[in-house]
T-cell receptor
Framework: EAGVAQSPRYKIIEKRQSVAFWCNPISGHATLYWYQQILGQGPKLLIQFQNNGVVDDSQLPKDRFSAERLKGVDSTLKIQPAKLEDSAVYLC??????????????FGPGTRLTVL | KQEVTQIPAALSVPEGENLVLNCSFTDSAIYNLQWFRQDPGKGLTSLLLIQSSQREQTSGRLNASLDKSSGRSTLYIAASQPGDSATYLCAKGNYGQNFVFGPGTRLSVLP
């Protein structure tokens, strides 16, 4: 079974530029998550999708971050414009069902973003 | 504000030792608690999940316990091996919400 795929693996940009990350979840998984992991901290949930609908985006900085999951499969996360404090690893995860707390989440390798 | 802390931040042990990683959380209203492993450059892998009605879970050399009243969970690793070297994170599942992660404990097992 193929895992969660993410690209790119690394990205370096200057502040005020824009950047986009892509995630392809495990086939058949209804729920998709985007996390931000700052160095030395645990992951923080940015947004959760169930199929192509948003379940939780309470911690997404909506003035600069946006995400979509068209057709309920793969997803993109965009930052525009980037700030220095956005430097982090962005993790994508997926789970089979809709009960996020009990479902096993499968994580991708992450995209490491450096904002200069 | 929900807080999850982990002590120690880093730990180095010789191969073969038994060790305990600690996780503490505020707010005893917990749905479940999960332990993850994170290898450098990789995502997280779920190790054990303890429901709020349970006191412990075991998988191989790993045993996780949950004490809701004291707001603590421990991950016990028996007979540690160099392959156990990784960062271990605990995550508290809250009713009606998602997981809140701790900052992790970075474990090094020396051969």
């Amino acid at each position: 079974e193929a895992g969660v795929a993410q690209s790119p693996r690394y990205k370096i940009i200057e502040k005020r530029q824009s950047v986009a990350f892509w995630c392809n979840p495990i086939s058949g998984h209804a729920t998709l998550y985007w996390y931000q992991q700052i160095l030395g901290q645990g992951p923080k949930l940015l947004i959760q999708f169930q199929n192509n609908g948003v379940v939780d985006d309470s911690q997404l900085p909506k003035d600069r971050f946006s995400a979509e999951r068209l057709k309920g499969v793969d997803s993109t996360l965009k930052i525009q414009p980037a700030k220095l404090e956005d430097s982090a690893v962005y993790l994508c995860a997926s789970s089979l069902g809709r009960t996020s707390l009990s479902d096993t989440q499968y994580f991708g390798p992450g995209t490491r973003l450096t904002v200069l | 504000k929900q807080e999850v802390t982990q002590i120690p931040a880093a730990l180095s042990v010789p191969e073969g030792e038994n060790l305990v990683l600690n996780c503490s959380f505020t707010d005893s209203a917990i749905y479940n608690l999960q332990w993850f492993r994170q290898d450098p450059g990789k995502g997280l892998t779920s190790l054990l999940l303890i429901q709020s009605s349970q006191r412990e879970q075991t998988s191989g050399r790993l045993n996780a316990s949950l004490d809701k009243s004291s707001g603590r969970s421990t991950l016990y690793i028996a007979a540690s091996q160099p392959g156990d070297s990784a960062t271990y994170l605990c995550a508290k599942g809250n009713y009606g919400q998602n997981f809140v992660f701790g900052p992790g404990t970075r474990l090094s097992v020396l051969p």
